[in-house]
Nanobody, 122 residues
Framework: VQLQASGGGLVQAGGSLRLSCAAS????????LGWFRQAPGKEREFVAA????????YYAESMKGRFTISRDNFKTTAYLQMNNLKPEDAAVYYC????????????????WGQGTQVTVSS
């Protein structure tokens, strides 16, 4: 499975960004696609995940209401819509493919994409 993340950038606090994760590979449908983020000096944390087969979605509690994950099955691409961004949302966002029957963690990930930088100015 190969993952290509894009869509990061600089945005003012209160603004929005949409990240994309394009997945490819014969076995991509076996996995869920998720997003993690890592700020400088902090551990990588789970943001959201979605499954191809049943559209089940998982969110970190702190992201609910502001972040929305969605998918385009035809393009095998997952999107992370981020609204009302705050300076504390600034991080490198990583696309990931993995599986978990419940909550996601880094241990749930089998494949990582490259990160995309999100910067939020106050």
């Amino acid at each position: 499975v190969q993952l290509q993340a894009s869509g990061g950038g600089l945005v003012q606090a209160g603004g929005s960004l949409r990240l994309s994760c394009a997945a490819s590979g014969r076995t991509v449908s076996r996995y869920g696609l998720g997003w993690f983020r890592q700020a400088p000096g902090k551990e990588r944390e789970f943001v959201a995940a979605i499954y191809w087969t049943n559209n089940v979605k998982y969110y970190a509690e702190s992201m609910k209401g502001r972040f929305t994950i969605s998918r385009d099955n035809f393009k095998t691409t997952a999107y992370l819509q981020m609204n009302n961004l705050k300076p504390e949302d600034a991080a490198v966002y990583y696309c990931a493919a993995g599986y978990s029957a419940s909550g996601w963690a880094t241990e749930s990930v089998d494949y990582w994409g490259q990160g995309t930088q999100v910067t939020v100015s106050s």
